[in-house]
């Protein structure tokens, strides 16, 4: 139970971030104005960062089915709960750090979060394919979700930038990641699992 709700609290305070960076002390700047101070040429268009409006709905479907009575002793729950529970943590307290002006230490719970990802992954994969066709629709992340992902936040790159090396790299990524998924799923013997989980 600790488990579930843990990760019902970071859920819920994923999307609140932006509410609890304005309570720290002194000026605080939005995370668009902190990237505008900080422009590169992988720095994506702004509509890029719309997409979290999406991650946040769907973290926050996946802590309400944890948290259903039916599902607080299954076993794809209890190897990813505290995992997924700390990269909630990590995505929340993103947002003040990052805000606050501290770009090296939001740097590194970037790269902790991305690591307790790829820990929930890795132990939702080893559990084999979905049991069902309830759970495949709520799987973490389904190749086809994390390709669409990778695109839209790679076109966005080409968007922004005046660079054409960058912005044919970038393309030329993007086309890769949904021709992989394609042909993955083209030849897999029950192309939904790879589409959808």
Known sequence: MIRVGVVVLFAVLQPLSSLLA??????????GDVS????HLLTPAGYAFAIWGLIYLASLGLAGYQALPAQHTRTVHRATGWWIAGAFAASTAWVPIFVSGALGFAQVVIIALVGLLAAALARLTRLGPAPSAAWIGSRVLAAAGFAGLLAWGLVAVAVATSESAVVVTAV??????????GIRAARAQDPTAVLFG
């Open 22 to 31: 304005n309570l720290l002390p002194g000026e605080q700047a939005s995370t």
């Open 36 to 39: 505008d101070r900080y422009v």
């Open 172 to 181: 030329l990524a993007a086309v890769v990641a949904i021709a992989a998924v």
